[in-house]
T-cell receptor, first 114, second 115 residues
Framework: GAGVSQSPRYKVAKRGQDVALRCDPISGHVSLFWYQQALGQGPEFLTYFQNEAQLDKSGLPSDRFFAERPEGSVSTLKIQRTQQEDSAVYLC????????????FGPGTRLTVT | AQSVTQPDIHITVSEGASLELRCNYSYGATPYLFWYVQSPGQGLQLLLKYFSGDTLVQGIKGFEAEFKRSQSSFNLRKPSVHWSDAAEYFCAVGGYNTNAGKSTFGDGTTLTVKP
């Protein structure tokens, strides 16, 4: 594809529900990143994959957050038992390199927990 | 730990005027530095990046930035602003090796352009 795509673009969940957010990176990109962007703030790092290996998950805020990239391409960010503080835009980015060099961002998924 | 400070939350300039957005970083080694722009409802678009070499880097849309190691700064400039430049701008720092996957962003500067 031409760029990074994310789905859904908008998600409304009731508190306590589980959600799954999908990211399709640019074809062939080795690295994939997830960020959380709260209103009025910059993106905050959540986790990072190099191919299918999750090399850094230090930014995941709790054990309710889980990410996977089983075949080294598409990635899913799952949030269990959503809380209101999980409301944010979740951004996915991919990079052709093995580092944070030149990341290409998707449009994000706006999650609202009611 | 790496960090980024963008001191100006909001800047307003007149169309055609020059622009400078400030960015200060903290990083223990030679950083990668980036500027991104985000329009409402859109993802982030990379404007320019610095890794090494010439400290004045040129980017897209007529933007440039200068890396000043002594000041730990990477300020973004544009000589003449267009109304379409109104957006939010983020400075980010990333690293080599063990932290290579992690970029740290500032909280952004919102640019308003007056006609």
């Amino acid at each position: 594809g031409a760029g990074v795509s994310q789905s859904p673009r908008y998600k409304v969940a009731k508190r306590g529900q589980d959600v799954a957010l999908r990211c399709d990176p640019i074809s062939g990109h080795v690295s994939l990143f997830w960020y959380q962007q709260a209103l009025g703030q910059g993106p905050e790092f959540l986790t990072y994959f190099q191919n299918e290996a999750q090399l850094d998950k230090s930014g995941l805020p709790s054990d309710r957050f889980f990410a996977e990239r089983p075949e080294g391409s598409v990635s899913t960010l799952k949030i269990q038992r959503t809380q209101q503080e999980d409301s944010a835009v979740y951004l996915c980015a991919s990079s052709a390199a093995r580092t944070a060099y030149e990341q290409y961002f998707g449009p994000g998924t706006r999650l609202t927990v009611t | 730990a790496q960090s980024v400070t963008q001191p100006d939350i909001h800047i307003t300039v007149s169309e055609g005027a020059s622009l400078e957005l400030r960015c200060n970083y903290s990083y223990g080694a030679t950083p990668y530095l980036f500027w991104y722009v985000q329009s409402p409802g859109q993802g982030l678009q990379l404007l320019l990046k610095y890794f090494s070499g010439d400290t004045l880097v040129q980017g897209i849309k007529g933007f440039e930035a200068e890396f000043k190691r002594s000041q730990s700064s990477f300020n973004l400039r544009k000589p003449s602003v267009h109304w379409s430049d109104a957006a939010e701008y983020f400075c980010a720092v990333g690293g080599y090796n063990t932290n290579a996957g992690k970029s740290t962003f500032g909280d952004g500067t919102t640019l308003t352009v007056k006609p």
